[in-house]
Nanobody, 126 residues
Framework: QVQLIESGGGSVQAGGSLRLSCVASGYSGRRNLMAWFRQAPGKEREGVAA?????????FYSDSVKGRFPMSRDSDSNTVYLQMNSLKPEDTAMYYC??????????????????WGQGTQVTVSS
C-alpha cells in the first residue's frame, strides 16, 4: 500500500520561506514520478513541481514557481522536498504530494497521479 505523508506547512509573511517534505512508503524500490500540487479555495488543483526518484534528472517546474520553489529528493529516505522561497500571498493553498510509478498523462495533470498525500496548508500573509 503506497502512502505519502506531507509535512512542513504553516503560516509565514510574504517574502519568507518554508520547506515541505513528503515521505513515501510502500514502493518497494520502484522508480516513481513524484510531484507537488497546490489548491487554493475555489480554484483548480495546480501542479507546481515534479521529478523522478530515484534518479539524477532535473526537476520540472510550472512558470508560477520556477526560480522560487526548488524541488529535491533524498532517495535513501524516499523523501522529496519543496523549498518555498520568496513566498507571496498568492502562494496560499493546500499543498499536496502526489506520485505514480507509471504515469501516462501530463506532468502537471492531477489525473496522471494515482497516489496522494493528505495535504499540508501553506498560508502567506501580506
Amino acid at each position: 500500500q503506497v502512502q505519502l505523508i506531507e509535512s512542513g506547512g504553516g503560516s509565514v509573511q510574504a517574502g519568507g520561506s518554508l520547506r515541505l517534505s513528503c515521505v513515501a512508503s510502500g514502493y518497494s524500490g520502484r522508480r516513481n514520478l513524484m510531484a507537488w500540487f497546490r489548491q487554493a479555495p475555489g480554484k483548480e488543483r495546480e501542479g507546481v513541481a515534479a521529478l523522478w526518484t530515484p534518479g539524477d534528472e532535473s526537476p520540472f517546474y510550472s512558470d508560477s514557481v520556477k526560480g522560487r520553489f526548488p524541488m529535491s529528493r533524498d532517495s535513501d529516505s524516499n523523501t522529496v522536498y519543496l523549498q518555498m522561497n520568496s513566498l507571496k500571498p498568492e502562494d496560499t493553498a493546500m499543498y499536496y504530494c502526489a506520485s505514480d510509478p507509471a504515469p501516462t498523462g501530463g506532468l502537471f495533470s492531477p489525473i496522471t497521479y494515482r497516489y496522494w498525500g493528505q495535504g499540508t496548508q501553506v498560508t502567506v500573509s501580506s
